[in-house]
């Protein structure tokens, strides 16, 4: 076979299913369990999603949505599916605003245009980045921090056959692919990386900044830019895109020692477009917390072989196992672990998975309830783990 049976054996034993069927509950709501939030199943306009959150971080950083149904105000405008995965650093302000934010502006700008288009998706992104530069500047006098904190940004959206992906950050989205001849998945990655880790990363950064020696720095055997961040591109990080942030009362660790004309990370995103064929099964959307501990094979093997129902906890089960034996712990005893401490061990993890339903995807109309859903709850419960 073709997936690993490590992985397979790890995960085979996981959560307990929830004393309900989460699939017979109303589609926008989920459940807590300590630090894990999560969605067993729920139906969205093109198939099933199951989805997860487990916190790390003292605050979760993490933010996610799934909505479905129009996608614009139009009454004869596009419908389909949106995800968004929001990996903050920093803090959660920046993630925070993105989830209630980009997909708002992505209705707006798709109203405008009438229709999905990569330039919609674009003009929603910067749409986002301004409007979040503007609150940092409100709030720069009592609370400069918020200049020193950014958010990941994945989107996904099915939508007339396509699947749009748009990525700033190292966030990541999987395609899995039947081969119909061995009966297994191949995986396909569908949004392009912004880490510095990446050779090409860094030869993109050297290339736009060609006077700065010091634009990517080994620091502790991990690339950041300009020796503090390891993304190129966010939503938020106002100290690294406005010389006006790079002064007191930024705390000294962010400041750089030099001024510098022109923005260091960006906020353009990698959009890419690919025409959804009859034997893509689904799309594994998720914060790199999951990708650090588990490959792109591993993933759409485990979620080939197992059912839907709970699907995004068994992957995230799967990696939180993959943590602890890195670090010779036993899982049960990870699990002990409150957040904050639990952040040594492993980061905030978010999945979606999609399961694609090539009938529904062929559809042009969208005849089905609308689901709008957040993880963690929603705002109100932002925290997620109480």
């Not at 894990?36 to 729920?42: C, E, F, I, R, T």
């Not at 950014?150 to 081969?179: F, K, M, P, Q, W």
């Not at 979606?352 to 993880?375: A, Q, Y």
Request: hydrophobic share 35%; proline share 5%.
């Amino acid at each position: 076979m073709v997936y690993s049976s490590g992985i397979m054996r790890i995960v085979t034993p996981c959560w307990r299913p929830a004393t309900e069927d989460d699939s017979s509950s109303s589609d926008t709501s989920g459940r807590s369990d300590g630090l894990l939030w999560y969605k067993d199943l729920g139906h969205h306009a093109n198939g099933e999603f199951s989805m997860a959150v487990i916190q790390a971080n003292s605050l979760v950083e993490d933010q996610s949505q799934i909505e479905s149904g129009p996608l614009s105000w139009l009454d004869s405008g596009p419908c389909g599916t949106y995800v968004g995965i929001y990996d903050g650093h920093g803090g959660p302000e920046t993630s925070r605003y993105v989830n209630d934010h980009l997909f708002k502006h992505l209705k707006k700008f798709a109203s405008e245009q009438q229709g999905v288009t990569p330039d919609v998706i674009l003009k929603a992104f910067l749409a986002t980045e301004e409007g979040f530069i503007s609150l940092v500047r409100k709030q720069w006098e009592e609370k400069p921090q918020i200049a020193s904190v950014g958010s990941c940004v994945l989107v996904g959206i099915v939508c007339s056959g396509n699947l749009y992906t748009a990525n700033l950050g190292d966030s990541r989205v999987v395609l899995g692919r039947l081969e119909k001849a061995i009966k297994e998945v191949s995986p396909i990655q569908l949004s392009a990386e912004h880490n510095a880790g990446q050779e090409s990363v860094r030869q993109e950064l050297r290339e736009l900044h060609p006077d700065d020696s010091q634009i990517v720095v080994l620091k502790h055997k991990v690339w950041r830019v300009k020796g503090i961040i390891q993304v190129s591109r966010s939503i938020g990080d106002a100290y690294l895109k406005n010389a006006e942030f790079n002064r007191e009362p930024l705390i000294a660790r962010f400041r750089l020692p030099e001024p510098f004309p022109k923005p260091i990370l960006s906020a353009e995103p990698s959009i890419i477009v690919h025409k959804l064929l009859p034997n893509d099964q689904f799309l594994i959307f998720a914060s790199d917390g999951l990708w650090e501990h588990l490959s792109n094979q591993e993933a759409v093997d485990i979620v080939h072989h197992y059912p839907h129902h709970g699907i995004a906890r068994r992957l995230i089960k799967a990696a939180l196992q993959e943590a602890a034996k890195k670090r010779e712990m036993r899982y049960s005893d990870l699990k002990k672990i409150d957040r904050g401490v639990r952040r040594h061990f492993h980061d905030d993890i978010t999945v979606v998975v999609l399961f694609l339903d090539p009938h529904l995807i062929s559809k042009s109309s969208f005849r089905g309830p609308t689901i709008s859903i957040k993880g963690g709850g929603g705002p109100a419960q932002a925290d997620c783990t109480s």
